[in-house]
């Protein structure tokens, strides 16, 4: 079917002046990074983050307003942005600003540029006109549906704050035990539903404004979560899950003595029923998509939620009184990004219809009202995600390719077949001017650097499969110097992404990390490397049981066959020089750059790891506080320290360069202080970089730019001897 889609895209237009010069690492990562699109209720406006080189700040737009900055900060100053949300009417957002605590380990709100000031994490309200207000300090803010107030979190409670008189102090606006999360207005306005999580169960608090009392509905000793409201704000749709898992069962287990559950409560009364619950095996444990709220309750009065049932996450569909769940997306592949007005339901997924590459592509589809079956809405080279959803038939979506980054675009139309040219921006140039009829391109007067290196001299990287050494086939992305030589020997890179729920694709990925790490990649190309980046067991896009493979990670280090995989592969192509393989990643990826290089220096000449696990005994509890007598903390502990770099640390011989900030709360930071100790002891080559306040994921801009000079740099000193 032919996909026809008319768009317009809410981008920056792209400079020349990089055509076909050399570029520097700082070059790759200049390119503004847009995320978090997110459409008005009313008036068509869409909204979206802009990370420009560290300067963060809300933008917003609409088919028929110029695109504009809503917040004004100037400076790479590590305050992110999150939880952007319109106010009823499309007049205001409000987002929250700043890293807050994270744990009892970091009490205090990250601060990596050294701010001589309170640094809090603090929800702010920016409008049309470019006003901004400070609410409070907080996190996580919601509307009331008059859009009067504004809700946010705050030490686990709930606070509200008067949205137009900012001379009214916020006030705490419920009292109750527990740690609240999820605020849900009902649609009517008279109440707040929230989850009060207590540790190893949960309940669904309901908070009426009237009468200022509180009320959980249907209390168990389950896990309550994600409720969803009736139209009529009578009912209250939510998830129950078993309560007697732990993280660590959680990255192994493929199904659940007790399945999961879907209730029904009545907010009068407080009781409800169960009204579906999942089979037993596979699908029985709740895994849960990319969307706002897990379940969505239709105008139709179907609900619509995410399971596992054959191993791939797909949409379901219960109309009232029926048992059995109808599957709305078959097919190995799985649903992201899922959105719904109440008739229709728009989401991302990596379905292959034609091109077996978009396994490894997101591309948009439609659900109409009363249907059963999807749409395709987009198609071809690019990758398409983060739908939001207009008033009338519009969406708007994010939209990138191989060379070009993340874009907001607004569609006219969510129907197919209209008679409408779908806009390319893989084949048609971003130039600020009209790119098909009726679309055109909104200048927003920044970007367009990365742009221009991008759509010169960035290459389109090839869909690889190839066997793991235990016979599993693992997916890649090869990326070769444009213009390579026949049988040229090249220097290569072996790329590992971090997660390890993550899944690199055939371009520019959604998530900012890997967007950067992607630009990474393109920069070694042009420098004359090859880089094979390696989606290895454990992560998403191919399956629960790929994703939850059988002793990987802590459970016993299974991944390493898909190192073996990679180099065997690497070995067998005629550009490759099998002496200078390099490899480096960061989080997980640092983990499997540690264990390459621990087990396999022959075949690995150099690696950069950044922030790995090096000891998952050490990382994670491998124990769990149990009566079971058959339960042996001391061989689980085993385990996982086998699976860890460190065990074969007298084995590593190749030069290694280690970098991490001291303030990360993903993973310990004394997995590099043990790693670089052990390994300086044997007497390895060991360069380190640390960013002292910085947390996992970076927060300046600038500490980004150094850590990658100094991989490439490294790479250039261990595998071209420059």
Known sequence: MRILLAVVALSASVSSAVAQKPFSVADALSAPFMNQLTAAPAKSRVAWFVDDEGKRNVWAASPTEKARSLTHYTEDDGQDIDDIIWSPEGERVAYTHGTGSEGSEHPVAANPAHLQEDVQQRVEIATWDGGVRVVGVGHKPVFSVDGRQVFYLHDGKVYAADVADASKQPQQLVVAEGHASQLRPSPDGTRLAFVSNRGDHSFLGVFTFATRTLTYVDPGTGLDHDAVWSADSKRIAFVRESPVLTELDLRWMRSVPVPWAIRIADVATGTGKQVWQANKGTGSLFHEM???????????????????????????????????????????FEIDNVVTDGERIVYSSNQVTNDPNDSDRKHLWLIQSRSNKSDQLSAGRSIETNPSLLSGDGFAFMRASAEQPFLPYVSTTATPGQGMKRCDMVT????????????????????GRNAGVGERQFVTPKQVLFPASDGLSIHG???????????????????????????????????????????????????????????YRSGTGYGMEFRQAKDYGVFGGSEYHD?????????????????????WGGSYGGYMTALALARD?????????????????????????????????????????????MVDVAKWKSPVLLMQGDDDRNVLFGQTVRLAAALRAEGVDVEEKIFP??????????????????????????????
């Open 693 to 722: 306040d910085e947390v996992h994921d970076f927060l300046l801009h600038r500490n980004w730019v150094a850590a990658y000079e100094a991989a490439a740099e490294f790479f250039d000193r261990k595998l071209k001897g420059k």
């Open 563 to 583: 190192i073996e995989g990679a180099v065997k592969w690497l070995k067998a192509q005629p550009n490759v020089d099998a002496k200078r393989i390099g490899a």
């Open 428 to 447: 048609e140039p971003v130039t600020g001017t009209q790119c098909s009829s009726g679309s055109f391109w909104i200048d927003t007067g920044i970007g």
């Open 290 to 332: 990319v969307a706002s709220n897990q379940l969505l309750w239709m105008k139709d009065g179907r609900l619509v939620f995410p399971w596992e049932k054959t191993g791939w996450l797909h949409l379901y569909s219960l109309m009232p009184g029926e048992k059995d769940a109808k599957p709305l997306t078959p097919g190995d």
């Open 477 to 535: 992305q090869w990326f070769v110097p444009k213009n390579v030589k026949p049988g040229e020997k090249l220097p290569t890179i072996v790329f590992f992404h971090g997660g390890s729920r993550r899944q690199m694709l055939l371009g520019y990925n959604p998530m900012q990390y890997y967007a950067q790490a992607y630009e990474l990649n393109q920069y070694f190309v042009s420098r004359g490397y090859a880089v094979l980046s390696v989606n």
């Open 601 to 645: 220096s022959a075949d690995f000449a150099a690696g950069v790891d950044l922030h790995g696990v090096h000891d998952w005994s050490f990382e994670m509890d491998s124990w769990k506080p149990t009566s079971d007598p058959k339960y042996d903390a001391a061989a689980r502990a085993k385990i996982a320290f086998a699976a860890s770099p």
